[in-house]
């Protein structure tokens, strides 16, 4: 298979197997005019198998989607088809309307203009609760 390098664009790399069609939903990629290659499986000899994420265009991405969604992804940031930034990605701390509480009672409930604010407290476990009701996030 050939995929095509980018002139400038960004490069989600080092997604754990599987996890790249969650990205791809997470980021709406699929609402962009420009070209995205999802590539799964890969052979990788850090990870065993893993997913490429390729965008021909530079926009601003939603850091704390991808540490949710897979914590160890990498951004690549081309420029001029060269490698100019390269970031590792983590869990975040806090999580602003990329997760919905489902707890009927709690106030983003009824407050439709509220904003659906999570915290990360437990890092081991990747469980993030609300900060105004505490429900943990599923």
Known sequence: MNIDSI??????????????????QFLKLD???????????????KMGKKDIIKIDCDI???????????PNV???I????????KKKIGL???LTNIIFCKNPRCITAT???????????NPEKKTYRCIYCEGKAE
Request: hydrophobic fraction near 40%; charge should be negative; charged fraction near 25%.
């Open 7 to 24: 002139k400038n664009g960004i490069v989600i790399d080092h997604i754990s197997a599987g996890n790249g069609m969650k990205i791809y």
């Open 31 to 45: 609402s962009l005019n420009c070209s995205v290659a999802l590539i799964r499986n890969v052979n990788s000899s």
């Open 60 to 70: 601003d991405l939603n850091v704390d989607a991808l540490g949710y969604v897979d």
């Open 74 to 76: 990498t951004i690549d």
């Open 78 to 85: 081309i420029k001029d088809g060269e490698l100019v930034e």
């Open 92 to 94: 975040p701390e806090k």
């Open 111 to 121: 407050e439709q203009e509220l904003d659906n604010i999570f915290k990360l407290t």
